[in-house]
């Protein structure tokens, strides 16, 4: 079974930097596109991020120059490097899988169970 | 990068069927078939209903069906449980290759 644990969440002044990883199990991360959305409590869902099995990235135009997402397919695990943070970057930030190995930017399946950041002073 | 447009909330009695939009343009919905569905209930992660405007993953039930016309796709839900209550999204790739969220629907079952 697929399973994907976000960590690195957590509080942080704005301005400031931090990194959330995703670790992946159960399947050929290699083959597979990864993604990060985020939620703001009680808000909406919201596309961050997404890397294909090749390190292709496309960026949302809210965290374009802010944010680096990079893979390492030794040890299936993504992780997102977040700087300059601002309080609207403040969210459940999820990690997903691509629904199929052929495809990216398409269906998510799964998610991971988010990890919270936030940012305050 | 706009979000679609999801009607804020839908309700309907148990057994009952409910539908739900998705509104985007020509340059997201109306043009690529990359359109899914996910669930959401409270304090857990989306889980993908549909796909591809019409595919449902293994395991989902069949009491859930997506649709297309034109700009705006649809979910609908067919013999309404109790267990349904939840927030809907529908995404859709677009023609910036980003991929964009509708705002969610909050499905109440009466």
């Known amino acids: 079974e697929a399973q994907l644990l976000e960590s690195g969440g957590g509080l942080v002044q704005p301005g400031g930097s931090l990194r959330l990883s995703c670790a992946a199990s159960g399947f050929t991360f290699s083959d597979f596109a990864m993604t990060w959305v985020r939620q703001a409590p009680g808000k909406g869902l919201e596309w961050v991020s997404t890397?294909?099995?090749?390190?292709?990235?496309y960026y949302a135009d809210s965290v374009k120059g802010r944010f680096t997402f990079s893979r390492d397919n030794s040890n299936s695990t993504v992780s997102l490097q977040m700087s300059s943070l601002r309080a609207e970057d403040t969210a459940f930030y999820y990690c997903a899988r691509s629904g199929r190995s052929t495809t990216t930017l398409n269906w998510f399946d799964p998610w991971g169970q988010g990890t919270l950041v936030t940012v305050s002073s | 990068q706009s979000a679609l447009t999801q009607p804020p909330s839908v309700s309907g009695s148990p057994g009952q069927s409910v539908t739900m939009s998705c509104t985007g343009t020509?340059?997201?919905?109306?043009?690529?078939?990359?359109v899914s569905w996910y669930q959401q209930s409270p304090g857990t992660a989306p889980k993908v209903l549909i796909y591809e405007v019409t595919k449902r993953p293994a395991g989902v039930s069949d009491r859930f069906s997506g649709s297309r016309s034109g700009n705006t796709a649809s979910l609908t839900i067919s013999g309404l449980q109790a267990e349904d209550e939840a927030d809907y999204y529908c995404s859709s790739y677009t023609s910036d290759s980003t991929l964009a969220f509708g705002g969610g629907t909050k499905l109440t079952v009466l």
């Open positions: 890397i294909t099995p090749g390190s292709n990235t």
């Open positions: 020509s340059n997201d919905v109306g043009r690529y078939s990359r």
